[in-house]
């Protein structure tokens, strides 16, 4: 089975795509022949990235301004779309580090704005469109091994991905009569913008040698689980979080 040519004419909207995963899985689903709109607050980086898109072939590529903590802007970015998407990624999001018990309340705020209330903001504003259209879709989810074991120093981060993974089987349940499929994946370490210096500190080269596969992972490592997700091929699953980590979870105590 070929999992991207199930992706072939379909519209998917990847938010937080101006770098990283999400411009990795923008640039996927357009190799697969999907209509792609990039979403994220930095329109500039959204607009090489169309143009980069559409000099690769891809079939229909924009981009949409979005901060997923903000729900107007959430609104404009849907009706400014020229089509209702049939796959929503929910990538954007943000780390912020520092021992709990000196953080700032304000640190946790931004956090959980982005990747919880953001997601469930976007889910549920793509919701209500398809089942206002009587069309079915839909939600990949990025969550995080983070969001089923912990890590020191990443609290708000760990709390908001475990709140992705109990609202991806919340939804999942709830929207199920709609045809809509709600899925996550929960990637382990992939070298990105989000964790880059961290990787090249003494903490961070020793949890490379935590990972049982004993190398961070790339972003095309997530391509099976993710294409899997979006399209057909994951028909019949709904509420499920599918960790792809080097084995990082399964990792020795
Ligand atoms: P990144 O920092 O390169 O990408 C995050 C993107 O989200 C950026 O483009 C950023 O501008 C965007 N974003 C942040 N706040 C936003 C907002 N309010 N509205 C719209 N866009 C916003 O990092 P990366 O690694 O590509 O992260 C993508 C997703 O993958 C995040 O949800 C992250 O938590 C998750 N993830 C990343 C892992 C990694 O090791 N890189 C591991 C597990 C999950």
Redesign the pocket.
């Given at each position: 089975m070929d999992l991207g040519a199930g992706l072939k004419g379909r519209h998917i909207l990847v938010?937080?795509?101006?770098?990283?995963?999400?411009d990795h899985f923008a640039r996927l689903c357009a190799g697969c022949g999907a209509a792609v709109t990039v979403a994220?607050?930095?329109k500039d980086r959204l607009d090489d990235l169309v143009r980069d898109l559409k000099a690769a072939g891809a079939a229909e590529a924009r981009s949409v301004s979005?901060?997923?903590?903000d729900p107007d802007s959430i609104a404009a970015a849907f009706g400014a779309l020229h089509a209702l998407p049939d796959t929503v990624v929910n990538?954007?999001?943000?780390?912020e580090g520092g021992a709990a018990i000196d953080l700032d309340l304000a640190a946790f705020d931004r956090v959980i704005d982005?990747?919880l209330r953001?997601v469930w903001a976007v889910s549920t504003t793509a919701a209500r469109a398809w089942r206002d259209a009587g069309r079915s879709g839909v939600i990949v989810n990025?969550a995080?091994i983070l969001g089923l074991r912990v890590a020191g120093g990443v609290g708000p981060y760990t709390v908001s991905k475990a709140g992705v993974v109990q609202m991806t089987q919340a939804l999942g349940l709830e929207w199920a009569r709609y045809g809509i499929r709600v899925n996550a994946l929960a990637?382990?370490?992939?070298g990105?913008?989000?964790?880059r210096e961290f990787f090249e500190t003494p903490p961070g080269q020793a949890m490379l040698k935590r990972i049982p596969m004993r190398r961070l992972g790339r972003p095309q490592d997530l391509d099976g689980a993710f294409l899997l997700l979006a399209g057909d091929a994951s028909g019949w699953m709904t509420g499920a979080t599918i960790p792809v980590d080097g084995g990082h979870l399964v990792s020795g105590l």
């Open positions: 938010t937080g795509a101006s770098s990283g995963l999400g994220a607050r930095r979005l901060d997923v903590a990538n954007a999001g943000i780390a982005t990747n953001g990025v995080s990637p382990g370490y992939i990105t913008d989000i964790n």
